[in-house]
């Protein structure tokens, strides 16, 4: 799928005499996509969407997906020097796999079939550069995604050769003895076939020395973990066209050893490491039919590579856990689209995927097998969705989804949302939604004897979400948008220590969460080129009645773009997070957190200089650990810097 | 339906007294761009004219009672703001002179047939002269002009473009898109022409077909002039277009010369008198263009 998105001023037109209202075709915006997965504008679409463009993630020098994920209203991340996780309104639990909210690129699915993992660091596989832009579609969206879309989902848009033609290479140095190399090309041949390619590698040495009191002792190197925070990853993305058709494909491959000492490793263990690959082929068809029918197809194959190394202090001297996930699965989605009447957009669609062999296992270095399981599988769901112009203001979507996973287990989530613009530049928006995320395998059957007890019998969580939204488009280039949610949660699979006796952890339906906050946001262009937004979100976050451990109550971010004098565009951004909870009921205190990035364009032709400062003022802060870790808080990376050139000819 | 009062500073001489209705399709940002202009020029008059205003909402049933309204107010002139509310103040029985603003292809709507109102106005439309001189500055190796049309919307207006753009050397390339969809048309002509302009054409440009024929131009590798600054920051080559604020600007010239005596048939529909570029020039590099530097300077939007 592709997305275009609107920028510009909104127009109606009335179907009923063309000639009436034809100059609104100058004023037109060119359209969106993923909210009814079809191209629609923003706007219009039943849901709360944010887009982060190309534009704005060059200027404001995010480099992860994560971090231009954070700046945006309502989500924020934690990392744990290991994975990066995305939180939305308040919700992400310590131990979580990123699996409430599911991951995109163009379309396809990158949430894993073991730990249904979203990845929003140097694991994601698609490189920052890549990215065209980023489009936010909040709530829940099982009703048309299925599984996993509970909080929201985020499609990746990446470049193509028609958006990024030509060969771009750049380098960057900065921070821990970074080391970053990326190289694209896209070409348009005369026949029309489309194909462009992108690859990045990139190697953090990391911090040299990190410091955690709860090791301090001569035992574990007075707490010191050194030379123990090092990264690598490799990405590969591609993607053609030809006619209808089109073909995706990526593969990555990131290694990240641990300094944290989690699930009670080795502290200051080099070989402590995680290797997380995935990749994945997709091909696709959409055709055009007379009578404003649309039909889409598409196939895909999966793959999942993930290994950890864990050492031990066995009775008999150091031993090496290996963690292995492997898996690859291979489905396919038809749908079909057609307007009824100039009042109804009806979409229908079916999707399967079958997983011949999700395989988990761990075993150590003596060859002693600890635990080995593989589950077959398939899954498939039907959906369908209306969207009902009532009248030229109202727009009524409806629609829902079955599904069947493992074979065996059934859900039924039905989305409601109504759209009303009883003035040109203002929007209400109703919206209604119900989703679920099925347990994933690791949840349900890991169990190596050491850190990890299984649970087979876990339940389905399931979220009903409510919605308010208002958007006014004060001028043509200021938006304002505010919104209510609230949201309640049953069946909450949470990393829970086995028993008072037993430390070790296993993952268990907790009671229910239940939410109910608030969001603010203002996008503006203000004099001179100057474009700034606002956001604020407040929530409150509760679940056995008591307020979630990871849950700021308080998000805030303001980030200016700018231009200077000698070419050079500036981008400044300040996070607001309030303290959260940890597990040990402290807190983490408020964290602000400023960046600065700045661009120097066109120096020479196609040459680009960028340079950004992360935590400029240095500030110290720290994200809550999780039951696997020692630390009750894990510290952030101060200040950091980075300095790269682009070139594209 | 709102009505705002909009009353000029305290008048020297009150038996001068005249009045201007605005009626307005909607309140889209490029109307309030065009009226906000045009207020502003009034304001700036000796003898301020009183100043209503009136809102169909974009909605065309609202038109007989919102001319109700303006009818009982009895205004020395209608400005009609969009299509919607001209079409409007000209179905009414009335024969308030009308100055319409902001309505693109008037005569092809029938807005400056005679009738029982005197009309003049001040229209969107580029002049073919103009697209096509500017059009030969931008690609000046360019013969073939292809464009997509329905002949029941735009048949008159692409026929009419022929004369200008043969006097600059082009040959236009007409297909019409009445038995086949706009991208199997885009499909079928792209190949065989320099470049495509767009008429602003509701059976080829809709919120599902916009996008991809701008992509689809792409794909050919033929430069496509789209019809506004957002066609090109969505990929295509090139747009021509003008200030809503100028355009207001010449609506109130055109209204003061009303209210100062003039017969509105006597004046003729006033065009855009600056007409400005849009560039991607992303876009032009992927088609391999060479563009005078001259045109990039004089380009008002440029996209990187």
Excluded at chain 1, 297 to 323: I, T, W
Aim: aromatic share 10%; with cysteine.
């Amino acid at each position: 799928m592709s997305l275009c998105v609107a920028l510009s001023a909104e127009g109606t037109l009335h179907a009923a005499d063309p000639t009436q209202q034809r100059e609104l075709l100058l004023f037109e915006d060119v359209p969106i996509t993923a909210a009814a997965k079809r191209p629609q504008k923003q706007s219009d679409a039943a849901a709360s969407v944010t887009v982060v463009t190309r534009e704005e993630i060059r200027r404001f020098g995010y480099r992860t997906l994560g971090e231009a994920l954070r700046a945006q209203r309502g989500l924020y991340v934690s990392y744990d020097r290991n994975y990066t996780y995305l939180g939305v309104r308040g919700f992400l639990r310590p131990g979580d796999y990123s699996n409430r909210v599911l991951l995109l690129v163009n379309g396809h699915t990158l949430n894993d079939d073991i730990f249904q993992s979203g990845y929003f660091g140097y694991d994601f596989g698609i490189d920052i550069e890549t990215i065209e832009r980023i489009e936010i579609i909040r709530g829940p969206h099982s009703a048309l995604y299925g599984g996993n879309a509970l909080f929201a989902v985020i499609n990746v848009i990446t470049a193509n050769a028609v958006s990024r033609p030509g060969v771009t290479v750049a380098v960057e140095t900065g921070s821990f003895e970074r080391k970053r190399g990326y190289v694209s090309g896209g070409h348009v041949f005369r026949n029309g076939l489309e194909v462009f390619a992108a690859g990045s590698v990139i190697d953090l040495d990391g911090h040299d020395e990190l410091f955690y009191r709860e090791f301090a002792s001569p035992q574990t190197n007075d707490g010191v973990a050194e030379d123990a925070d090092g990264e690598k990853a490799i990405n590969l993305h591609v993607n053609a066209r030809y006619g209808g058709f089109s073909l995706q494909g990526g593969a990555n491959r990131r290694d990240k050893t641990i300094p944290t000492g989690a699930y009670d490793t080795v502290f200051n263990d080099r070989d402590t490491e995680t290797q997380d690959g995935r990749y994945f082929g997709e091909l696709s068809y959409t055709h055009e039919l007379p009578g404003a029918v649309t039909l889409d197809g598409r196939a895909y194959y999966d793959g999942l590579r993930y290994k950890g190394r864990y050492p031990y202090p066995g009775e008999e001297g150091r031993q090496v856990l290996s963690d292995l996930g492997v898996s690859h699965w291979l489905g396919g989605e038809i749908r079909g689209s057609r307007q009824f009447a100039t009042t109804h957009r009806v979409t229908v669609g079916s999707e399967y995927s079958y997983h011949p062999r999700a395989h988990q296992r761990a075993d150590d270095s003596d060859g002693t097998v600890y635990f080995t399981d593989s589950q077959e599988f398939g899954s498939w769901g039907i959906y369908a969705q209306d969207e009902w112009s009532v009248l030229p203001s109202l727009t009524i979507t409806a629609g829902g989804r079955f599904d069947r996973f493992y074979d065996s287990d059934d859900e039924l989530t039905p989305r409601a949302g109504a759209v009303w613009s009883p003035l040109e530049r203002t929007r209400f928006k109703v919206l209604y939604g119900r989703a679920f995320r099925p347990p994933n395998l690791y949840e349900q059957y890991y169990a190596d004897g050491v850190t990890n007890l299984p649970n087979p019998a876990l339940r389905p969580e399931r979220i009903t979400a409510y919605e308010g939204i208002v958007e006014h488009d004060a001028s043509q280039s200021t938006q304002l948008i505010a919104s209510v949610f609230h949201y309640r949660m049953k069946n909450l699979i949470e990393q829970t220590i086995a028993g008072e006796s037993d430390d070790r952890l296993i993952f268990r339906n907790t009671t229910s969460a239940e939410a109910t906050g608030a969001e603010l946001e203002l996008r503006t262009a203000i004099v001179g080129g100057v474009h700034g937004r606002a956001a604020y979100s407040i929530q409150d976050v509760q679940i056995d009645d008591r307020w979630a451990t990871n849950s700021p109550r308080h998000l805030g971010s303001v980030g200016l773009l700018f231009p200077l004098r000698f070419r050079v565009e500036g981008g400044i951004e300040a996070l607001v997070l309030s303290g959260r909870k940890t597990l040990a009921g402290r807190s983490t205190g408020t964290q602000v957190i400023p960046n600065l990035s700045l661009v120097a364009r066109e120096l020479y032709p196609g040459l680009k200089l960028t340079a950004g400062f992360y935590n400029f003022l240095n500030q110290p802060y720290s994200d809550p650990g999780a039951a696997e870790h020692v630390q009750d808080k894990i510290q952030q990376d101060r200040f950091t810097y980075l300095v790269g050139v682009r070139y594209s000819f | 339906m709102t009505v705002a009062l909009l009353a000029g500073a305290p008048r020297a001489d009150a038996t001068a007294h005249s009045s201007v209705a605005i009626v307005k399709s909607s309140s889209i940002p490029p109307f309030e761009q065009a009226i906000g202009a045009f207020v502003s020029v009034l304001r700036e008059q000796k003898r301020q004219p009183e100043i209503l205003t009136f809102d169909l909402e974009g909605d065309a049933a609202n038109g007989p009672s919102v001319m109700t309204k303006v009818k009982d107010a009895n205004p020395t002139v209608v400005v009609a703001v969009g299509s919607l509310a001209t079409a409007a103040a000209l179905a009414d029985s009335s024969s308030l002179p009308i100055v319409f603003s902001m309505v693109l292809y008037p005569a092809l709507s029938g807005f400056t047939d005679a009738g029982p109102h005197p009309v003049t106005g001040v229209s969107l439309d580029i002049p073919d002269a103009e697209v096509f001189r500017k059009l030969r500055q931008v690609l000046p190796k360019a013969r073939r002009v292809g464009v997509l049309y329905h002949p029941d919307e735009t048949g008159r207006l692409v026929e009419a473009a022929r004369k200008a753009a043969t006097a600059h050397g082009f040959e236009i390339v007409a297909e019409s898109v009445a038995e086949a969809t706009p991208l199997a048309v885009m499909d079928r002509i792209a190949r065989t022409v320099d470049v495509l302009w767009s008429v602003a054409d509701s059976h080829v440009f809709t919120p599902q077909t916009t996008s991809a024929l701008i992509l689809s131009a792409l794909r050919h590798g033929v430069p496509l002039v789209g019809l506004s600054v957002a066609h090109v920051r969505a990929g295509a080559m090139a747009a021509f277009f003008c200030d809503h604020e100028e355009i207001g600007r010449q609506t109130a010239a055109v209204t003061l010369r009303v209210l100062g005596g003039d017969e509105p048939r006597s004046i003729p529909v006033g065009q855009p008198k600056s007409v400005r570029l849009a560039l991607n020039l992303r876009t032009v590099r992927h088609l391999d263009l060479e563009l005078s530097p001259d045109i990039e300077a004089d380009a008002a939007e440029v996209f990187r």
